[in-house]
């Protein structure tokens, strides 16, 4: 019950970068035309499309913490503890001229932690919560197009709720690059963030550095595969368990496929697995699946 009660005050007390790690769709590479199938889901796009097209979208993560700070949660925490998380998005992108664009993420995130009851044997759930996070708005532009180079601005709103999302306003700002290689895109980006002040507790969080490369290539008409690497770094925490402090920093692998349903509706699936993962809360592995319909 007391390494229970620290995972509570830890939620709380980091909530900025237990989750941050989570991260939010790309974005805009869905619009570059119609029949445009090759593009990163996570990884930011410096490539560009024609002006006045827009793309909605609705993305499911689903994601099951079982690390606690770098280690496996079951060694911390008896009971077989799982805490699992499902994030709902909404995202829209404008692209305002050719080279201008203009996007919107809006999640909604349920939770639960659950855990074996030693006496009994039985499986419960003693910990639910859900509501609105932090809503990402982006803005893009593409300064350079051969290579192609851009910049991102990003805010996220200080909507999030406890344990989820940041009650301060975070700003990002990456810079993006796309190169083609053939039949295959190259997107990066490296980005670094912002935390704001958390109102309720008057402390900030530590800021968060980002680097993305993603590799993408049709596979047919209608068919198309992505690999991404994401890497995070988050700072030193402290442990509220036993004084000590530990560097968070996480890799994830990011296979996916992109399929064209009709022209203007796509379906994305991919696995977000993390062979490292140091965050005061961690993952081994998050599934994504989202629809983007075009609007021209």
């Known amino acids: 019950m007391k390494r229970f009660l620290y ?14 790690q989570l991260g939010a769709i790309g974005g805009i590479a869905s619009i570059q035309g119609k029949s445009q199938t090759t593009f990163p889901l996570f990884t930011l796009t410096a490539k ?12 499911v993560y689903y994601a099951q913490v079982d690390r606690y700070l770098g280690k496996d949660i079951w060694d911390e925490f008896s009971g077989n503890p799982r805490e ?12 305002i001229t050719s080279d201008m664009n203009l996007s919107m993420s809006i999640p909604y995130v349920s939770f639960d932690w ?3 009851n030693l006496t009994t044997n039985a499986f419960y759930i003693s910990n639910t919560g859900g509501g609105l996070s932090n809503p990402a708005i982006r803005l893009m532009y593409q300064f350079l197009k051969a290579p192609m ?20 306003t975070d700003i990002e700002i ?33 800021n968060i550095i980002v680097a993305n490369t993603a590799f993408s290539i049709p596979l047919g008409l209608s068919f198309s595969g992505f690999f991404e690497l994401n890497w995070m770094y988050g700072g030193n925490v402290e442990n509220l368990a036993n004084n000590t402090t530990i560097l968070q920093w996480k890799l994830d692998l990011v296979p ?7 022209p203007k509706l796509f379906f994305t699936a991919s696995m977000k697995y993390a062979p490292y993962d140091s965050f005061i809360l961690g993952y081994h592995y998050i599934y994504v699946m989202g629809l983007d319909y075009l609007m021209l």
């Open 7 to 20: 995972l509570i005050i830890l939620l709380t007390a980091v909530e900025t970068n237990a989750y941050a």
């Open 48 to 59: 560009t499309g024609q002006g006045g097209m827009m793309d909605t979208g609705f993305y």
């Open 149 to 168: 180079l851009a910049v991102y601005g990003t805010v996220y709103l200080p909507t999030g709720f406890e344990q989820v999302g940041s009650e301060g």
């Open 114 to 116: 659950g855990q074996t």
């Open 256 to 262: 996916g496929i992109r399929v064209s349903i009709t």
């Open 84 to 95: 699992r998380l499902i994030y709902k998005i909404l995202n829209a992108s404008y692209n």
């Open 174 to 206: 990456d810079l993006a690059y796309t190169k083609e290689l053939g039949i295959v895109q190259w997107d990066s980006n490296a980005g670094y963030r912002y935390t704001g002040r958390q109102p309720s507790t008057n402390t900030k969080q530590n």
